[in-house]
């Protein structure tokens, strides 16, 4: 797996947090489905089958190399309309698909440049801490994420926008240069977008580009519930200097779709 800025974690450090956030979010889903605020239209149990799609469709990328033509080709595919147990039956799937295949071995998946099983040790745990945030804050009670995971999860989100310019439906991005900023106990890291045309090229930097026409500051775990669309600029812990917000909004909310 590759980050841009060194923020990766270990392979067993993913499916810790893979394991710890599916507990948590499994235990959130209460027995009456109830609204999602950040997924609308969707209930929890909306949510719960969400996530076993996800996980059944990954599991299936990763022991056969491509994707799934329908969900009738995810064998064995669970016949219950039981979220909750639908969930389960994914979470198993995907934990043992990751357990069992070599991380090095390729396999289809939409990153630019990361085509291998390694890639979806990341993603599937970064997938699975956002849609925990979701159920939390479904029923009130919304729990911290690791700061160095959160900090991961910024990284990787971010690393998505290189492909906004292969999506047709994208229009002209000639944005100029953006900073993100998340802040850490021990500093800071800081992360260049150059948007051009239909292009988009994400870099490390040590602080925000003094060409930055817009910079985006905050605390890790908040930095990356905003890019993510999971709070917005009036959370105390963003901070945003400069012009362009609504646009860098909408083209996040393309990248992570």
């Known amino acids: 797996m590759r980050s841009v800025a060194g923020t990766e974690l270990s392979r067993k450090q993913y499916l810790i947090h893979l394991n710890a956030d599916y507990q948590i979010l499994a235990a959130a889903i209460p027995e009456t489905p109830v609204e999602v605020p950040s997924?609308?239209?969707?209930?929890?149990?909306?949510?719960?089958?969400?996530?076993?799609?996800v996980y059944l469709g990954q599991a299936h990328v990763?022991?056969?190399?491509?994707?799934?033509?329908?969900?009738?080709?995810?064998?064995?595919?669970p016949r219950t309309d039981d979220a909750?147990?639908?969930?389960?039956?994914?979470?198993?799937?995907?934990?043992?698909?990751?357990?069992?295949?070599?991380?090095?071995?390729?396999?289809?998946?939409?990153?630019?440049?990361?085509?291998?099983?390694?890639?979806?040790f990341r993603r599937m745990a970064h997938e699975t801490v956002i849609h925990r945030i979701d159920t939390e804050?479904?029923?009130?009670?919304?729990?911290?994420?690791?700061?160095?995971?959160?900090?991961?999860?910024?990284?990787?989100v971010l690393d998505f926008l290189p492909l906004l310019g292969s999506w047709p439906e994208v229009p002209n991005i000639d944005f100029g240069i953006v900073s993100i900023v998340a802040?850490?106990?021990?500093?800071?890291?800081?992360?260049?977008?150059?948007?051009t045309d239909k292009a988009a090229t994400v870099s490390a930097a040590e602080k925000p580009n003094s060409a930055a026409g817009l910079v985006i500051s905050g605390d890790a775990e908040a930095m990356d519930l905003y890019l993510w669309g999971r709070i917005d600029s009036s959370d105390p812990r963003i901070s945003i200097t400069g012009e362009g917000e609504e646009t860098f909004k909408q083209l996040m909310q393309v990248a992570v779709l």
């Open 39 to 53: 997924c609308p239209g969707w209930t929890t149990n909306d949510l719960a089958k969400h996530m076993a799609h």
């Open 62 to 77: 990763v022991e056969t190399g491509s994707q799934a033509e329908n969900k009738e080709h995810l064998a064995p595919y």
């Open 84 to 120: 909750m147990e639908f969930m389960t039956w994914g979470f198993e799937a995907i934990t043992k698909a990751l357990d069992i295949n070599r991380p090095e071995r390729p396999t289809w998946s939409w990153h630019h440049s990361d085509h291998t099983v390694d890639f979806w």
């Open 137 to 156: 804050q479904a029923v009130g009670t919304v729990s911290k994420i690791d700061e160095a995971f959160a900090l991961d999860g910024v990284d990787e």
């Open 183 to 195: 802040k850490t106990k021990s500093g800071s890291q800081v992360w260049d977008l150059q948007f």
